[in-house]
């Protein structure tokens, strides 16, 4: 009889992955990472465990929205008063917190309960090409639907 393996919390090895987000669709991206910090690309995925890698994004301000979205789409917030919604073009938000309009695509793609929560923090987003996690010696790797 052949059994399933399911991951444990001690024998999960994680990985530091740097990508540059330089020219890709925010929803080609935020897709890829959220495999990533699931831990989907790897054959020890257990679903109910959080077996994923940390990813930092790098150059966060140059991904880039097709068709229409850059004028079109909006970001929504609300304050929890009466009148109290925000609406917030896309053009505006990759402009002035692009790290932040990355980070809500990916965490709209994971689980929401606790464990999309925990995978969530595995999440870096830095706007520059520069970021403060050299010492963890992230690996630098290729996501697919960039236009480089």
Known sequence: MQTSHMAKESTIKREWLLVDATDMP????????????RGKHKPTFTPHVDTGDYVVIINSDRVILTGNKMTDKYYFS???YVGGDKHVQAKIMLE????YAV??????MLPKNALGRQMFKKLKVHKGATHPHEAQ???KIKLLGGKA
Do not use: C, T, W, Y
Request: positive net charge.
């Open 103 to 108: 980070e809500r695509a990916i965490k709209g």
């Open 96 to 99: 002035k917190k692009s790290d």
């Open 137 to 139: 010696n992230p690996r």
């Open 26 to 37: 925010i929803g080609r991206l935020a897709a890829q990472v959220a495999a990533i910090l």
């Open 78 to 80: 609300h304050s929890g």
